[in-house]
């Protein structure tokens, strides 16, 4: 099993930024990809960075330009770095990794930490 644990979310005025953290725990692979999603209330969670072991990483439309993700794999830990951010993207944002074994994925979340943003 793995276990993830976030951290840095808030309440933040517009045009500022937040830095979360996700460390994990458990039986975790040097190869599995991570990633921040979030979910806003009323909407569907979405991808909004993802990183993979060997650290390309892929972004949102919405946050491409304000948002950077990066890992340490010493500290099993991964980052989003939040800048300018915007009243839309008030959300709990949450934590995954996964792995694909035998063409199967199998994903693990954090508890998430709530992220908003006034205007």
């Known amino acids: 099993q793995v276990h993830l644990v976030e951290s840095g979310g808030g309440l933040v005025q517009a045009g500022r930024s937040l830095r979360l953290s996700c460390t994990a725990s458990?039986?975790?692979?040097?190869?599995?990809?991570m990633g921040w999603y979030r979910q806003a209330p009323g909407k569907e969670r979405e991808l909004v960075a993802g990183?993979?072991?060997?650290?390309?990483?892929d972004y949102a439309d919405s946050v491409k330009g304000r948002f950077t993700i990066s890992r340490d794999n010493s500290k099993n830990t991964v980052y989003l770095q939040m800048n300018s951010l915007k009243p839309e993207d008030t959300a709990v944002y949450y934590c995954?990794?996964?792995?694909?074994?035998?063409?199967?994925?199998?994903?693990?979340w954090g508890q998430g930490t709530q992220v908003t943003v006034s205007s």
């Open positions: 995954n990794r996964h792995r694909i074994y035998l063409a199967r994925r199998y994903d693990y």
């Open positions: 458990g039986s975790i692979l040097v190869t599995d990809a």
């Open positions: 990183i993979t072991n060997g650290g390309s990483a």
